[in-house]
C-alpha cells in the first residue's frame, strides 16, 4: 500500500469517527431534551410526599424519612407538590418547628394543593381511653401504670414527643399559616382520596390508630 493510500485510509477514518461523534453529540442533545421535558411534565403534574415515612412506602409517593428533615426548609420548589402526607411526624418537633413545617408545605404545594397530617391526639386519649389501650401501652414499657392516668403522662412525655395536640390547636395551625378548607376526617377516611394512606395501624393495630390519633386535612389556596 502507497503513502497516498494509507493517507486516504486515515482520512477516511477520521471522517467516519467524527460522523461517530457527531451522532452521538446529536442523540444525547435529543435525550437531554428528553430529560427535561419528563421532569417538566412530572413538575406540571406535582409530586406527591410522604413525609416521616418509616416503613409506610406508598406507591406513586416520594417517600421520604430521615432523608428529608421536616425542621428544615423542604428542599422542594414553590408550587410543584400536589398532596403531602405527615403521619405521626409533628409530635416529635417542637411547636415552633412544626408552624415552620406548615409555612413550608404551604410554600411547595401547588394552588389547590392539599395537606394530610396525623398525629396522637392526648384529647382523644383521654377521652377514649380503654382497658385494653392502657394494658397494651404499659405493657410495650410506655406507661407507668395501666391507667387513664398512664398512658396520657406517656403520650406526653415518652416517644421522644416535644409537642402535644388536639383537634382544635392542629387546625388552628394549619389555618393561622393559611391554609383553607381545613377540616378534621376519619383515621381511615378523607375529602380527597387520601384514605389509604396510613400506615401507623399497621404497627399499634387498627383499632388502637383509631383511638389516638386524629388527622387533619387542608388545602393550599
Known amino acids: ?58 406507591d406513586g409517593w416520594s417517600n421520604h424519612d430521615a432523608d428529608m428533615d421536616i425542621t428544615l426548609p423542604l428542599p422542594v420548589a414553590v408550587n410543584t407538590v400536589e398532596a403531602i402526607f405527615c403521619e405521626h411526624c409533628c409530635e416529635h418537633c417542637t ?40 394494658q397494651a ?9 395501666p391507667t387513664r392516668k398512664g398512658v396520657v403522662k406517656g403520650i406526653i412525655f415518652n416517644h421522644g414527643h416535644q409537642s402535644t395536640w388536639s383537634t382544635g390547636v ?12 381545613v377540616v378534621p376526617v376519619e383515621v381511615d377516611a378523607s375529602n380527597h382520596g387520601l384514605e389509604r394512606v396510613n400506615g401507623h395501624g399497621h404497627v399499634i393495630g387498627d383499632d388502637f390508630n383509631r383511638l389516638e390519633t386524629i388527622v387533619v386535612e387542608a388545602v393550599k389556596p
Not at 30 to 50: C, D, F, P, T, Y
Not at 106 to 112: A, D, F
Not at 137 to 145: I, L, M, V
Request: proline share 3%.
Open 137 to 145: 401501652y404499659f405493657s410495650r414499657g410506655f406507661a407507668d401504670s
Open 1 to 58: 500500500m502507497t503513502f497516498a493510500h494509507i493517507l486516504q485510509k486515515c482520512r477516511y477514518e477520521a471522517s467516519d469517527v467524527a460522523m461517530d461523534f457527531i451522532g452521538f453529540a446529536v442523540n444525547r442533545a435529543i435525550w437531554s431534551r428528553h430529560e427535561r421535558m419528563v421532569r417538566q411534565k412530572k413538575a406540571e403534574n406535582g409530586m406527591k410526599l410522604n413525609l416521616g415515612c418509616g416503613s409506610n412506602h406508598l
Open 170 to 181: 392542629l387546625i388552628a395551625y394549619l389555618e393561622s399559616v393559611g391554609f383553607r378548607d
Open 95 to 134: 411547636p415552633q418547628q412544626v408552624w415552620n413545617f406548615f409555612e413550608e408545605c404551604l410554600r411547595v404545594l401547588k394552588p389547590g394543593g392539599v395537606v394530610r397530617i396525623a398525629v396522637p391526639s392526648v384529647e382523644k386519649i383521654a377521652k377514649h381511653s380503654s382497658p385494653a389501650y392502657e
